[in-house]
């Protein structure tokens, strides 16, 4: 029991450092699957120009087609291929920043995951643009009309968008956390004013 206890407590004095850890693993995984995946899409893919995926009748659902995207995710700012290297850049050594530091994560698991999916995402087109100048793009869901993406684009918008709600959901936390204190704080000030029974049956 006394061994767990030491175990643990080395655990989360350690967490900090585990946490970066696995940050970087995260990062260099996703965008290492990333790629593999864009090299399946140029041997297989791109010969055929389009797979079609799941069709239910004369519908196209899903189709893994070949696409050369010289923009953003989900074809922004096409051409702009200084842009479109310096702002991932930016963006991924911000969110190391922001890991490294501790001043976003605070030890929590989830929000280290979707920095790591963020930064992973980034790195995954990053490379393309260097590479090649244009970024890979195969994920064609025909169904909604929608820009064709790849694994990347998902892995940065999902860890994005995780982020920012959770962002959001602290400040809400807090701000409740700060008026019930302030409210307990100002009831218990009202206590002390207030007069006792006793006080009250003398002034009578």
Known sequence: MYGS???MEKVLKNRPVILRIMYIALVVVLAAV??????LTVEFIKPKGTIPLIKIGETE?????????TGMSFSLLEGQRLILIAVPLILIAGVTFLVFTGKMNSGRT??????????GGGLGNLIDRILNGYVVDFIDVRIINF???NFADICAVCGGIYFGVMLAV??????KAKKAQEAS???AVNTETAPSD???NGQA
């Open 185 to 187: 704080e100002n009831a």
């Open 34 to 39: 990333d790629q593999l995946t864009k090299y």
């Open 110 to 119: 989830d929000i280290c995951i979707a920095l790591a999916a963020l930064a």
């Open 61 to 69: 659902w899903l189709n893994f087609t070949y696409c050369e995207n």
């Open 170 to 175: 602290d400040e809400i936390k807090e701000e």
């Open 5 to 7: 206890c030491v175990y």
């Open 147 to 149: 820009a064709i993406f």
């Open 198 to 200: 006793g006080e009250e």
